[in-house]
């Protein structure tokens, strides 16, 4: 059994709250000078100002609550918008983008603010529709769909649907937004029973760049159904997602992190030391290196080999309650590099058989237990860091446990020195999308995503590297970008590469939809086309991938 969480709790906590103190500190300057844009627009005659006249939640002088820190990454928060628009209805926003087209005003879409990179859903000297106060969760009287504003974050939705015992294919951190998460296709704990999350939208309310709000199903704007299961906002804004419910009581999951035997040896043998040099952060490396031994003494250790077959035996795992993803990161607290897993079984059923090999590893922390949706999103939520600067990229490889194994490796070489700036975590993780969950997808018409159930098993391997200072952004992206560019190179060289994007994960430089395949993309384009022949989506709102 892993030790109790309690010592981790009261050896992180402190850790966590200075970080969060040290990062409200930074946002305060930022604050003050975005209020004096907001007062400086209430006299102007910019295009963006006239461009929100008409609507009741538009804030001038004072921005609307939390708009700012509202932003995942710091920075998307760094941006300055001249005007937010809170639109409360589809009509609304209707009308503005009608102005907005006319004004040749540039603009943003904000839903949950999660998307990691700047401009994606901010906006500087543009107009902001935060769409926060669409924020309505409605259930049929069937309770088969949920109607759900696209303002809304998964824990306000969970939150509902949990009152009726039911839930929804999204996200698996409480704070993510709905439409950025399922406009990129979303990988949800649902991924196993019912393919991508945007597979289990039934139909979609959008406003389009005429002003026009329509819908999209499987019978109505058909091409454009498709065309939002991964397109992203290169269409409308969305204003509504009418999605497939899903039974569900308690589940039983969380995190458990262990740390690695051959962690030394694998070190080693890159040659890679950790030179005592009597500073406080060698020192602190060093004690890390003895947490570890120490934790192996007790036997709380474990084989990476026996991790990484763990991950990749999954793939086959016919149970589809089970979900789970994997991490290989940095821990500053322990100042330790470890692994680490994300379960969850979608059915009350403690320690299930289909996660037998994770539950019987040393694991020397672990949160799981039956628990509700809604506590389980929230404590993977907790374990992720926002308001800090962050860098994301994503790739797509067949499964296989060698190359996963080298990629810790040119993890760890390229992460060396990185890890040590103060603040800095790097991280990677691997999450499945098993032939099963692109079978699901190529169901009800498909998806412009392009994987073929021949394909798989796939997993994405993602990097993120979460760091304070902006003097380190080129120095955090280099390394991140080193981690990619020699971790493609590999794959391709092994036969494992696949040329698919997964857009969620994707930074905003990636050409996401040339991964989609050329065949996706000109039938994207044409759909484009078709309901924005002006071009208002793709020339005047320059945050998102474009096609
Ligand atoms: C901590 C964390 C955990 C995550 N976990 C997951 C996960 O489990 N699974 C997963 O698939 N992804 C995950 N993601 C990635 C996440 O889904 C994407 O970043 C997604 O874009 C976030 O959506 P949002 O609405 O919060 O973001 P936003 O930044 O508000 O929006 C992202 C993009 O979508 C556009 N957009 C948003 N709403 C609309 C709309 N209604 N109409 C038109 N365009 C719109 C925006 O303009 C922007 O380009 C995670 C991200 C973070 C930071």
Redesign the pocket.
């Known amino acids: 059994m892993p030790l109790s969480m309690s010592w981790v709790r009261r050896l992180l906590i402190p850790v966590i709250l200075i970080s969060t103190r040290v990062a409200g500190q930074e946002q305060s300057p930022i604050w003050l000078e975005q209020q004096t844009i907001y007062a400086a627009v209430n006299s102007s005659t910019l295009n963006c100002d006239r461009a929100a006249i008409g609507q009741q939640n538009v804030h001038r002088g004072i921005p609307p609550e939390g708009s700012s820190t509202s932003?995942?990454?710091t920075q998307?928060q760094e941006l300055h918008p001249l005007c937010i628009a809170a639109p409360e209805t589809a009509e609304q926003i209707a009308k503005a983008i009608i102005t907005v087209k006319d004004q040749e005003c540039p603009f943003?879409?904000?839903?949950?603010?999660?998307?990691?990179y700047a401009g994606?859903?901010?906006i500087q000297n543009g107009l902001v529709f935060d769409?926060r106060n669409?924020n309505s969760v409605h259930i049929s009287e069937d309770k088969s769909i949920a109607s759900v504003g696209?303002?809304n974050?998964w824990i306000d939705v969970y939150s509902v649907l949990q009152e009726h015992k039911l839930a929804v294919a999204g996200?698996?951190?409480a704070?993510?937004?709905?439409?950025?998460?399922?406009?990129?296709?979303?990988?949800?704990l649902y991924s196993q029973k019912y393919g991508w999350?945007v597979d289990n939208v039934r139909n979609f309310e959008?406003v389009l760049a005429d002003g026009a709000i329509v819908n999209a199903n499987a019978d109505t704007n058909s091409d454009l159904f498709w065309a939002l299961r991964g397109g992203?906002?290169n269409?409308?804004?969305?204003?509504r997602f009418d999605l497939q419910t899903h039974p569900l009581d308690l589940v039983w999951g969380g995190t458990e992190l262990v740390a690695l035997s051959d962690l030394a040896s694998r070190q080693s043998a890159l040659n890679l030391r950790e030179p005592f040099d009597w500073t406080l952060r060698s020192a602190s490396n060093n004690m890390g290196r003895v947490l570890r031994q120490g934790l192996c003494f007790i036997g709380k250790c474990v084989h990476s080999r026996d991790f990484i077959n763990h991950f990749v035996r999954m793939a086959e795992q016919p149970d589809t309650n089970a979900h789970m993803y994997t991490f290989f990161a940095w821990f500053p607290q322990l100042r330790m590099m470890g692994a680490g897993g994300s379960h969850a079984y979608l059915a009350p059923v403690a320690e299930p058989p289909a996660f037998e090999n994770m539950t019987s590893m040393n694991t020397f922390f672990s949160t799981t237990k039956l628990r509700t949706l809604t506590d389980l999103v929230k404590e993977?939520?907790a374990f992720?860091?926002?308001g800090y600067r962050?860098y994301?990229d994503t790739l797509t490889f067949k499964v296989d446990a060698e190359l996963i194994s080298k990629l810790w490796d040119i993890f760890l070489e390229e992460t060396h020195e990185i890890k040590n700036i103060p603040n800095c975590q790097p991280a990677t993780n691997n999450q499945l999308i098993t032939k099963r969950h692109i079978a699901l997808s190529e169901k009800d018409g498909g998806n412009p995503m392009g994987i073929k159930s021949e394909d798989g098993p796939l997993f994405l391997f993602s990097i993120t590297v979460t760091y304070t200072d902006p003097m380190d952004d080129a120095r955090m992206r280099n390394a991140a970008q080193n981690v990619m560019s020699r971790a493609k190179a590999l794959a391709q060289e092994m036969g494992l590469y696949h040329p698919f994007v997964?857009?969620?994960?994707a930074n905003g430089e990636t050409d996401v939809y040339a991964g989609y395949g050329a065949e996706s993309r000109q039938k994207l384009r044409e759909i484009q086309k078709k309901y924005d022949s002006a071009g208002v989506f793709s020339r005047l709102?320059p945050?998102?991938?474009k096609l």
């Open positions: 932003y995942y990454s998307q943003a879409v904000k839903s949950g603010g999660h998307a990691a994606a859903s901010n769409l669409l696209s303002g974050r996200g698996r951190i704070s993510v937004g709905v439409g950025g998460f399922l406009l990129g296709g979303g990988l949800s999350a959008v992203g906002s269409f409308g804004i969305v204003t993977l939520d992720t860091l926002s962050t994301w997964f857009k969620n994960y709102q945050g998102g991938h």
